[in-house]
Each structure stands twice: as C-alpha cells, then as structure tokens.
C-alpha cells in the first residue's frame, strides 16, 4: 500500500516538509562518501529556511502540553494501555524540557558561523560549491568519513529537539484517524465536511493500480481524483473505479 498525505493546513504542511527533510538527511548522513554528507549539510540548510517561523518552537511546545493534558484524562480509563501511555508522556516531557532549553532562533548557531553560512551562499548557486570555489570546504569534505558525520550531527544537535516534538505531534496526529474503505466511482470522489475542522488526510491505496490521487480539499468539501501516468510520465485521468482507505485526522 502506497500512503498519500494531504494537510488542510500551512502549520501541518510545514511540519510534513520538516519531516521529510529529516528523513532525508538521516539516510545521507549515514553514509560515507563526501558527496553524501554535502546532501546531508545542505539539507540543514533546508530544514532552517523551512523552520525559520519564529513561533514554530512555541506553537510545538503549546501542542505538546495539549497532547499531555488530554492524554493524562485517560489514566483512569482501564481500557487503555498504562505502559504505552506513560511511555508517550515520558516522551512528550523529554521533549518539551529539551525544546524549552533552546535559546534563541532555530539554527541560531548555524548562521552565526561564518564558514557554514559562506557554504550556504554557495550552495544556492547550480555548482558554486565546487572546489576552487570553497577550497576549505574541498578541504573539509577529504577527512575522514567519520570526522566529518561528528562534525554535521554536532551542527545538528542543537535542532534535534525539534524534530523529535514534530515526530510525537505528527505520530498522535496519524493515530487519531480511523480508516475507511471507499470506492471512488470512475476515478473521483467526493465528501461533504459540513463544516468539520480536520488537520490533515491520508490515503492509502494499493499501489499495483498505478492510480495516483490528486487532492483538494477545505473545511466544507474534499474531492479526490485520481490520475494515472503515460509513457511520457504525463497524468491523465484513471479509468475505472478506484478502492482506497480513506483516514481523517484531527487531534
């Protein structure tokens, strides 16, 4: 099953593009080759321009002493798990100590080096970090594989707080749906909301059909349509009828 994320709002959306950052530099951070951790430093670069909100560190922390205070209303509750549900507000205490310590914008550190920021102005350049551009980076990039992975995660540390609070929301917010089967008749589909607030979408649907859904959607109404590709990669419209489980989460 192939799995469609759609968010109804900009705070989710940027939280959605965080995560996607993360998971990217973890994979090239874990490699070897210098080109690989270049990937993984311009993505920090990514993540900061993505993060550069200034009420992103407090909008999480409010978020976060909501999920606790809901959850803590389930403790007397026999049905639920007492082990899963502690392990949850351990996490979500952990993490709210450790972003309450950070001082200052996210990525402050950063953008006070001036050897990282001069990379950064290159880096938006097609190939300005080539070597007689940044021959210190040229430099940097020949030690050795595990110098310069100690060196990219010490420039990371500091954001690590960070993504593990847009890990706990993101996580609460996928498991306060509840899954539907649904048959989009010749390709499209269409619900009323009547007005319901809604955070964000998820549809998963088995990818053997080659259908890829095209999703709008607002408080009022939410229409999918699914497409398929050509030979030339363009989408056009998916014939026939379309089975998906269709999930709405909202906290």
């Known amino acids: ?44 670069y990514e993540m900061l321009e993505v993060s550069g909100r200034a009420d992103l560190k407090s909008d999480l922390l409010q978020e976060l002493e909501r999920q606790k ?7 007397a509750n026999p049905n639920v798990e007492a082990s899963r549900l502690n392990a949850i507000l351990s ?17 402050q550190h950063i953008r006070e080096n001036e050897w990282l920021m001069s990379i950064r102005g290159r880096t ?25 992975r100690s060196d990219i995660m010490g420039w990371f540390g500091p954001l690590e707080p960070l993504f593990s609070a847009i890990n706990i929301v993101l996580r609460l917010l996928r498991e306060s749906g509840r899954a539907t089967q649904i048959v989009a008749i010749s ?16 549809v998963h649907i088995d990818e053997k059909l080659g259908a890829i ?3 709008s959607a607002n408080k009022y109404v939410l229409w999918i349509r699914f497409t398929t590709q050509g030979g030339d990669m363009k989408p056009k419209p998916f014939e026939g009828d379309v089975p998906f489980d269709l999930t709405l989460c909202n906290f």
Not at 11 to 25: G, M, S
Not at 69 to 75: I, V
Not at 187 to 202: A, D, E, I, V
Request: include cysteine; hydrophobic fraction near 35%; proline fraction near 5%.
């Open 1 to 44: 099953m192939t799995v469609y994320e759609y968010p109804f709002n900009e705070r989710i959306r940027t939280l959605l593009r965080l995560e996607d950052l993360y998971e990217k530099f973890s994979f090239f951070i874990q490699h070897d080759h210098p080109l690989q951790h270049h990937v993984a430093l311009a993505t920090i």
């Open 91 to 107: 996490d979500i205490e952990k993490t709210s100590t450790a972003l309450l310590g950070l001082q200052g914008r996210t990525g």
């Open 213 to 215: 859904p095209e999703i």
């Open 69 to 75: 205070q809901t959850l803590l209303g389930f403790k």
């Open 124 to 148: 938006i350049i097609p190939g300005g970090a080539c070597e007689f551009d940044l021959p210190s980076y040229h430099a940097w990039q020949s030690q050795p594989a595990e110098q310069r």
């Open 187 to 202: 390709g499209s589909f269409q619900q009323m909301l009547q007005g319901r607030t809604y955070q964000m979408l998820r």
